[in-house]
DNA sequence: CTGAAAGCGCTAACAG
DNA sequence: CTGTTAGCGCTTTCAG
């Protein structure tokens, strides 16, 4: 075990400790060859500084922290992998912590906060029901990005940072799409209805495509999916479609809010002997990459990864430098338009 | 920004800060009804110790760490959930942290060691090319899980645990299925053949079942992915097939080293107009859930996930509590027959 | 049962 | 350019 320390690295080379620790931080106060001297000891000995101790001591430290809520959903690979990216190019360190479904992602951050001495922090994921209160006591600036936008959310204008795609009118093209390919018997398999979420502006935009078209809204063809600890999974989106089509032998078309769920859907529809598209349609939501792998590529609402990676960042860093007041961005999701949906056809039974 | 530290808490209450630290960490010499007075006014200010200053002072902690070689891989999600879960009925804690294909993982578990005064540590992923006098240094009980038989890797049994599967083996099977049902020109999608990690080994099972059954080995059937940071990916596989199909039209079946490789194949395969398992079988390695969910579902050689997490901590315990030495283990893997094999047609062409 | 006091390893004034 | 020194917030003896 390595108890060595930065006395001892001082000792070893025969200066005091301030030397060794300007040595480490690329002060500009030191003779370069005693850094090297020491640096070299340090090579030599595989001396690590100890971070908790540098944590405890340094007042402020250049650390983004980026919470996410649901692990398993591929969807934020992209997201985490673009910010990250951002974040050190703005010479900050990211902290990346994944947050369970039932932990209080604010409470971590406050820990993260007094821990890490953070400078900002990203709400990637989870639903909005935080306590203004709470979220004032953070003391650093923070942003939620992908989680739907605050103001529709909670139904008054929040001074909450956040940027999403306007989820509602995103959920409304896909349907109004289907519809347009002559679907009428179209199912939606969602989550986190009840609450303010994605999942619930989601729904709100398929029960307004139905009406502007006016389809009459079923709620027979409407399932939510609530099992395991995670709500965003393939078995949840088998489980939805298998409800639904007992439910609803005439439905051909199924929208789900999120990619994951829609492949889940597409096995459970595969082995009830439907295929895709001839007999169903199927459309998700969020674009990820895999859905290009998939059989058959999957039509979806793809949000734009790497522009709302970019804008988080950049938002974050306007409130972390220039102190400017927090903004509700919205970025435009796109239709993208695959194998997994087709113009309704003759033979298919509408009720 | 919450700044509040035991000392405040202390003043607040009256009392010294050792009394308040003896009411955070749950000691017994504390009058009862003094601890309650503490945690109340602890909840009320939103008090959180800061776990650096905590680190730096105590001399034992029971962390685990959970070193992640290759984040994507959906196949580590399922070891990680189930090891967390081992980890905290042993009242121990897991630390998990990904590191990136050039990071090296054991200098990550060298700091972590330090830092968070680790009791153990699990290597997840990667390629064994490890320093034993690097290894030597940690000072922690460590265990590699998933990363391949270490003494079949370095040709001389080497004193570190290790779990895994019989890698050779068990592609050795896959591709003995794949004879079996009559295919004579089978592929090779790898990774990593010339360094000692699973791919390799993957690699010398499928040369060994080729020997096995007296069919000749032809290099234009291998293709050894190694684009982007990360090599597991579908893309990844989807251009290994590509070059098959270009390089050898006859080939009527495929072995991926894992599954998300062998997704990535399938959609190359549709694009070529192949039918799976009509025209081309594909099989798999690792037995993901998602597997399951794909169309057509993915035969693949399953890890016993449950079995090798639950193997892997075991192992590690035995060593940090009994003092037992590191050992050698290996777990059986299963073919898991699904839907994306089948026999060779007649009409399918072998030159 | 409780408080005072001594550091854990490091950084950042401050004084050479 | 370099060494000395005072803590960062917490846990843990050691005396009461």
Same mark, same amino acid.
């Given at each position: 075990?390595?108890?060595?320390?930065? %006395?001892?690295?001082?000792?070893? !080379?025969?200066?005091?400790?301030?030397?060794v620790s300007r040595a480490l931080n690329n002060h500009p106060d030191i003779n370069p060859e005693t850094k090297a001297r020491i640096m070299q000891v340090i090579r030599e000995t595989g001396f690590i500084p100890n971070d908790s101790a540098r944590y405890l001591k340094r007042s402020e430290m250049n650390n983004i922290a980026l919470l996410v809520k649901g692990i398993s959903n591929p969807f934020f690979?992209?997201?985490?992998?673009?910010? @990250? @990216?951002?974040?050190?190019?703005?010479?900050?360190?990211?902290?990346?912590?994944?947050?369970?479904?039932?932990?209080? @992602?604010?409470?971590?951050?406050m820990s993260l906060v007094i821990e890490r001495r953070l400078k900002g922090i990203v709400f990637l994921g989870g639903a909005f029901t935080h306590d203004p209160k709470v979220l004032a006591k953070l003391g650093v600036p923070y942003i939620f990005s992908t989680i739907g936008n605050v103001a529709n959310l909670t139904? %008054?204008?929040?001074?909450?940072?956040?940027?999403?795609?306007?989820?509602?009118?995103?959920? !409304?093209?896909?349907?109004?799409?289907?519809?347009?390919? $002559?679907?009428?018997?179209?199912?939606?398999?969602?989550?986190?209805i009840g609450i303010?979420?994605?999942?619930?502006?989601?729904?709100?935009?398929?029960?307004?495509?139905?009406?502007?078209?006016?389809?009459?809204?079923?709620?027979?063809?409407?399932?939510e999916i609530?099992? $395991?600890?995670?709500?965003?999974?393939?078995?949840?989106?088998?489980?939805?479609?298998?409800?639904?089509?007992?439910?609803?032998?005439?439905?051909?078309a199924v929208f789900c809010i999120a990619d994951v769920i829609?492949?889940?859907? !597409?096995?459970?529809?595969?082995?009830?002997?439907? %295929?895709?598209? @001839?007999?169903?349609?199927v459309i998700g939501f969020d674009g990820i990459e895999s859905g290009d792998y998939f059989i058959p590529r999957l039509t979806s609402v793809k949000q734009p990864v790497e522009e709302m990676s970019e804008e988080t960042i950049r938002l974050l860093f306007e409130m972390i430098e220039e102190k400017k007041a927090p903004q509700n961005i919205i970025v435009p999701a796109k239709l993208l338009i695959r194998d997994s949906t087709a113009p309704r056809r003759n033979g298919q039974t509408t009720v």
């Open positions: 075990m390595s108890n060595i320390t930065i %006395k001892d690295i001082a000792k070893l !080379c025969g200066v005091g400790v301030s030397t690979f992209g997201m985490i992998r673009i910010m @990250e @990216e951002y974040i050190q190019k703005k010479d900050y360190t990211t902290i990346l912590r994944h947050v369970g479904t039932d932990e209080d @992602e604010v409470a971590v951050a139904g %008054k204008s929040v001074k909450v940072a956040n940027i999403a795609v306007d989820d509602t009118q995103a959920a !409304c093209m896909a349907i109004d799409y289907l519809i347009s390919l $002559g679907h009428t018997r179209i199912g939606f398999i969602g989550e986190g303010p979420s994605v999942g619930r502006l989601r729904y709100d935009g398929y029960r307004r495509a139905l009406e502007k078209n006016h389809l009459p809204y079923d709620s027979a063809l409407v399932a609530n099992e $395991g600890t995670e709500h965003y999974t393939m078995p949840n989106g088998y489980k939805g479609a298998s409800v639904l089509m007992d439910r609803c032998p005439d439905m051909t829609a492949m889940g859907a !597409c096995r459970a529809l595969a082995d009830h002997g439907k %295929k895709i598209p @001839e007999d169903v349609s």
